[in-house]
């Protein structure tokens, strides 16, 4: 088990520059199989879900360019589907990451046949699938799971009408990655519109694909019979860029962050702003200042544009600072405050009732030994860890590798304390 060791109580100061966005490389990636040539993909993050996800693809017969979907490595990769084949992918591989199941559209459209292990990823809560089923189901697969594998099939997709009876990211992605190459149009409704899914049409339609409406609740895709591989720029991670500027706040601190789309970080600057903190945007940089402590505010995660899920945990911490009393509601997951027990070994005073957190203010945090119990657990915790007075050991820190890049040295970059042990 990897660790990270803070000793916190410092404010950050300085720059930081956000990679591109988890959530967005792991949609694009699969897509790239959808094409008959290679497509070149920029800005990829160098996470592990990222590195997980070129084995995946290498293990399906494609070619990933060089080592270069691996941690450490930035920039540009060449993903060649010409050799894919339609092979089983090992648990193993699937259980390390959410978004294998996007093979399962990827794999209908180009194969008529998929089998992919039910996923892994976040231990959030119940993570259900059936949207993404009914979807397929939808456009013509006959879809089963027999041992803990999903196998669908078709001999053709046809475009037609699906309402997602929840709003699902993943759901959506994984219809427009089918419809893309089915007979006719497919309409979604109620479909996610996050930045990301419209950085997957963009992609998609760059390719020669016909996707229209990405970023409101009505897709519609007309199929088309092949796409050609181009080249695609990830965006900007907004999680990431909220997590530090989360950070800059929690420490009094007075950080910039580069390479942001501002407009999706708008609901996370709102509650900022409530909380205290000065927030300035130039361009595709936000700047986060924090003198004083911070006051308490409410939160309430939604879909997009609300208040992301994916920030709520770092930002229990900055309300645990705060004076007053916070009320924090998860509406998405089921289990999303694990990480609460771990920041009561630090001092916080917070109560959990069903999907809402009751925050007291306390006014100091001390360091502990604590573990990291998910991906955005962990980055909970490291930004206690930069608050706190003293030193922090974080274990388990692997999962947070998943979806931040070079996280030692970024936080060094901003004047942080900071070392990692194996
Ligand atoms: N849901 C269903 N049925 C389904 C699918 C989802 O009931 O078939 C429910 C879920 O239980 C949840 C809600 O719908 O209550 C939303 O789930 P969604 O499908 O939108 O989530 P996801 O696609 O599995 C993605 C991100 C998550 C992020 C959520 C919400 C990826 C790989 N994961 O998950 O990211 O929290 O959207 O924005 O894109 C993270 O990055 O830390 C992370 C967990």
């Given at each position: 088990m990897a660790k990270l060791i803070i000793q916190g109580g410092t404010p950050l100061r300085g720059l930081v520059r956000a990679g591109g966005r988890k959530n967005s490389a792991v949609a694009v990636l699969p897509a790239a199989l959808l094409c008959d040539s290679p497509s070149v993909l920029e800005s990829l993050p160098a996470i592990d879900d990222v590195a997980v996800y070129g084995d995946i693809l290498q293990h399906l017969g494609c070619k990933v360019s060089a080592s270069s979907v691996a941690p450490g490595c930035n920039g540009a990769v060449t993903i060649d589907p010409g050799g894919l084949q339609p092979a089983e992918i090992p648990y193993e591989l699937t259980k390390r990451l959410r978004a294998s199941y996007y093979l399962l559209g990827v794999m209908l459209a180009r194969h008529g046949a998929a089998q992919v292990p039910l996923p892994g990823g976040c231990d959030i809560g119940l993570r259900p699938i059936d949207q993404h089923l009914k979807g397929l189901r939808a456009l013509g697969a006959e879809v089963n799971i027999e041992h803990g594998v999903v196998n669908a099939r078709a001999a053709c997709l046809t475009g037609t009408s699906i309402y997602l009876d929840v709003v699902s990211v993943g759901a959506t992605i994984n219809i427009m990655l089918a419809a893309t190459l089915a007979q006719g149009t497919t309409v979604i409704e109620n479909a996610a519109r996050e930045p990301h899914i419209v950085d997957l049409a963009n992609y998609l339609n760059a390719a020669g694909a016909r996707v229209q409406?990405?970023?409101?609740?009505v897709i519609r895709i007309r199929g088309v019979n092949r796409l050609n591989g181009c080249v695609h720029a990830i965006i900007p991670d907004e999680i990431e860029a909220a997590t530090y500027m989360i950070a800059a706040a929690s420490t009094g601190g007075d950080v910039q962050v580069n390479n942001v789309i501002p407009k999706h970080l708008d609901p996370v600057i709102a509650k900022l702003q409530e909380a205290g903190a000065e927030v300035t945007e130039e361009g595709d940089r936000l700047r986060v200042r924090m003198s004083g402590r911070p006051r308490a505010v409410n939160v309430k995660t939604l879909p997009y544009?609300?208040?992301?899920t994916d920030a709520q945990q770092p930002m229990t911490v900055l309300l645990s600072l705060a004076e007053g009393t916070s009320i924090v509601t998860e509406s998405i997951w089921e289990s999303r405050f694990k990480h609460v027990d771990e920041l009561k070994r630090m001092g916080t005073n917070i109560r959990v009732e069903g999907h809402t957190a009751i925050i007291e203010g306390v006014d100091r945090l001390t360091g502990a030994p604590v573990t990291a119990s998910d991906l955005r657990a962990g980055a909970a915790l490291m930004v206690a860890a930069l608050a706190a007075h003293g030193e922090t050991v974080i274990s388990g820190i692997e999962l947070v590798d998943r979806g931040y890049e070079s996280v030692t040295s970024k936080l060094k970059g901003m004047g942080a304390n900071v070392r990692r042990e194996q």
């Open positions: 409406g990405a970023g409101t609740d544009p609300g208040f992301p």
